[in-house]
């Protein structure tokens, strides 16, 4: 399986946080690619212009769009915890699209 797109991981990466405790993006990265079925190869795809993980920008870019939108909050540096927005918005079970996001933070 190819790394989803930013945009794709905005449901895995709520998922990973409907328990409703912090976590740090070290256990949100394994969370996320144990649902998405990511092989070590998947994982290790690299950017070809700074060698930096494909993944690990993605699932970054997934979590500042939901952070803007006030779905996710950062109590701490580097930690993640759903906020009751974002909890609402995984129980609506419809599609997260960029356009939600942007309704949402309105």
């Known amino acids: 399986m ?4 930013y ?13 409703g405790n912090v976590h740090t993006m070290s256990e949100i990265k394994s969370l ?12 290790a795809q ?4 700074n ?3 494909v993944f690990d920008g993605r699932l970054g870019w997934a979590k500042t769009y939901l952070k803007k939108a006030e779905m996710v909050a950062s109590p701490q540096r580097g930690r993640l915890v759903i906020t ?5 918005l995984l129980d609506i079970g419809k599609p997260i699209t960029n356009s939600l ?3 949402c933070s309105s």
């Not at 190819?2 to 797109?5: F, G, N």
């Not at 009751?84 to 609402?88: E, I, N, R, S, V």
Request: glycine fraction near 6%; hydrophobic fraction near 35%; proline fraction near 11%.
């Open 84 to 88: 009751p927005a974002g909890k609402k």
């Open 32 to 43: 996320v690619s144990q649902q998405l079925g990511l092989t070590p190869e998947d994982l």
């Open 7 to 19: 945009n794709e991981l905005y449901i895995p990466l709520l998922r990973a946080l409907q328990d």
């Open 51 to 53: 060698g930096s993980s």
């Open 46 to 49: 690299r950017l070809p212009s």
């Open 2 to 5: 190819a790394v989803p797109k």
């Open 101 to 103: 996001l942007a309704e």
